[in-house]
């Protein structure tokens, strides 16, 4: 499958693979309570043609936009506990650093393997819970 | 759980949603909702919410810091993600109108088949 290249010269120039993943990634994000990259990874991988590191590294810059969108939708609804998004984001954020510093050493196949294992984990977790 | 407990176990449980996410390059809601339903007690919508607001700094210091060390694209994944902003509220909006079960059956099925091909594809030698 052929990678797919990216224009910078326009704002909103991007291929039409690409803002079809960002549109499905932005639904199922909002949906399910999920921030898209579950929905994008795969899709930037096996659809897109991008390698399993830059992947989740353009997955992680498109949840930005996409998660943005959502809390401003969930803080309308004012469903948003914000003292437990704030302790948890104090953790987040901390780890957020170590696992972003993994993502830059770790060789593709071995991070395919965890991203495979993670998502076999969800998928297990979403049946047994419903 | 009550009172500091409580926020020292959700900063604790934050780095370990953090360290994933920014490994995994995911924003860490599908671990951190389950956890603030059956631990904290919140209900699936607040729990969603609440785990969209800490995903959004995890996401900015995570694109940092890939940013820094020149990994991936960070430009075409913003642009990615404002198309996907549209969709974002679209889907934001159904969730408060929809009973989700039906579709996460069906989402959680679709997931498994992926996470079969991802680690046939890690496992076998090209």
Not at chain 2, 63 to 86: E, Q, T
């Amino acid at each position: 499958m052929r990678p797919v290249a990216v224009r910078p010269s326009r704002l909103l120039a991007l291929e039409p693979r690409l803002v079809g993943i960002g549109l499905a990634g932005g639904v199922l994000s909002g949906l399910l309570g999920v921030g898209g990259g579950i929905v994008m990874v795969p899709l930037l991988v096996y659809w897109a043609g991008q390698s399993q590191r830059d992947a989740h590294a353009t997955s992680l810059a498109a949840i930005i936009p996409i998660s943005c969108a959502s809390v401003l939708t969930y803080g309308i609804a004012g469903e948003i506990h914000p003292w437990e998004a704030l302790a948890l984001a104090a953790g987040s954020i901390a780890g957020a650093r170590i696992g972003a510093g993994a993502l830059t050493r770790i060789s593709e196949r071995p991070l395919k393997l965890v991203f495979g294992i993670f998502l076999a984990a969800v998928s297990v977790l979403m049946l047994v819970r419903s | 759980m009550t009172g500091v407990v409580l926020y020292v176990v959700l900063a604790a449980f934050g780095v370990v949603t953090g360290g994933a996410a920014g490994l995994l390059g995911v924003g860490g809601g599908t671990l951190m909702v389950p956890f603030l339903t059956l631990a904290v007690g919140l209900t699936q919508h607040e729990a969603e919410a609440t785990s969209l607001l800490v995903v959004l700094p995890t996401a900015i210091v995570a694109s940092v810091v890939l940013r820094r060390r020149g990994v991936g694209d960070l430009g075409a994944g913003l642009r990615i993600g404002l198309l996907g902003a549209a969709g974002g509220v679209l889907g934001a909006l159904l969730a408060l109108a929809l009973p989700g079960e039906v579709l996460r059956i069906v989402f959680a099925c679709f997931l498994g088949l992926v996470a079969v091909r991802l680690i046939r594809d890690s496992l076998l030698a090209r």
